[in-house]
C-alpha cells in the first residue's frame, strides 16, 4: 500500500532554515511527483510546490518562490522540502503527498510534520 | 494564485444531502475539469474524496459526487453520516502549472 511516512516535530528560531523528509513506499516512486501542503493551525490548506521524482523537474507556488527548495533522493525514494528565512507565522503543519506527473491533484499523504518557529 | 472560495459551513441532518460549493476563475475551476476534494477529520491528514470533477477513489463512498459549472465546482453528499462530519477542501489545478486550494468547509452534522 502507498505509504509517505515523514520526519518529526522540529523546532526553529526565526531566521533559521528546516528541512523535512518524506519517506515514500508502496509504489513505482518515478512514475509520480511529491506536492508539499502546509496548513497553519486551525486555517486552511496551502500548496507550497511540486517535484517530478521522474525528472527533478520543480514548480514552486509564488509566494515561497526563493524561499522554499523540494528535492527527491530516487535511490532512497524519499523527498525534501527546506524552508529558509523562517518566520513565526511558518509555524504549520507541513505534508507530503503524492501528486500524478501533472499536479493536478494530491491522492496519497503522509502524516504531517509540525514545524514550530519561536525565539 | 487567490484561494478558492468556499462557504465557511455548512450543516444538515443525519439521511439529508448537502452540497458545497468551490468557486474559482476561468484560470483554474473554469479552465480545466481537474477539481479535486479533500475531507479532514480533526487532528489527520486529509483525504482524497473525489477527482477530476467527477471520479471517486476507489474505497471512497458513491455518497459522495462531484460536479462543476463554469468557474464553480460542487461536492453533493447524500445520506448524511455522523462520521462525514468534517472539513473539506476543493483543489483545482491552474494555468500557471500551480494546484490552488479553497479556504474550506466545515460540515456539521446535526
Known amino acids: 500500500q502507498v505509504q509517505l511516512v515523514q520526519s518529526g516535530v522540529d523546532v526553529k528560531k526565526p531566521g533559521a532554515s528546516v528541512k523535512v523528509s518524506c519517506k515514500a513506499s508502496g509504489y513505482s516512486f518515478t512514475n509520480y511527483g511529491i506536492s508539499w501542503v502546509r496548513q497553519a493551525p486551525g486555517q486552511g490548506l496551502e500548496w507550497m510546490g511540486w517535484?517530478?521524482?521522474?525528472?527533478?523537474?520543480?514548480n514552486y507556488a509564488q509566494k515561497f518562490q526563493g524561499r522554499v527548495t523540494i528535492t527527491t533522493d530516487t535511490s532512497t525514494t524519499t523527498a525534501y522540502m527546506e524552508l529558509r528565512r523562517l518566520r513565526s507565522d511558518d509555524t504549520a503543519f507541513y505534508y507530503c503527498a503524492r501528486s500524478p506527473p501533472v499536479v493536478n491533484r494530491v491522492d496519497y499523504w503522509g502524516q504531517g510534520t509540525l514545524v514550530t518557529v519561536s525565539s | 494564485q487567490s484561494a478558492l472560495t468556499q462557504p465557511a459551513s455548512v450543516s444538515g441532518s443525519p439521511g439529508q444531502s448537502i452540497t458545497i460549493s468551490c468557486t474559482g476563475t476561468s484560470s483554474d475551476v473554469g479552465a480545466y475539469n481537474y477539481v479535486s476534494w479533500y475531507q479532514q477529520h480533526p487532528g489527520k491528514a486529509p483525504k482524497l474524496m473525489a477527482y477530476?470533477?467527477?471520479e471517486r477513489p476507489s474505497g471512497v463512498s458513491n455518497r459522495f459526487s462531484g460536479s462543476k459549472s463554469g468557474s464553480t465546482a460542487s461536492l453533493t453528499i447524500s445520506g448524511l453520516q455522523a462520521g462525514d462530519e468534517a472539513t473539506y477542501y476543493c483543489s483545482s489545478y491552474t494555468t500557471g502549472s500551480t494546484l490552488v486550494f479553497g479556504g474550506g468547509t466545515k460540515l456539521t452534522v446535526l
Open positions: 477530476d470533477v467527477t
Open positions: 517535484i517530478s521524482a521522474n525528472n527533478g523537474n520543480t
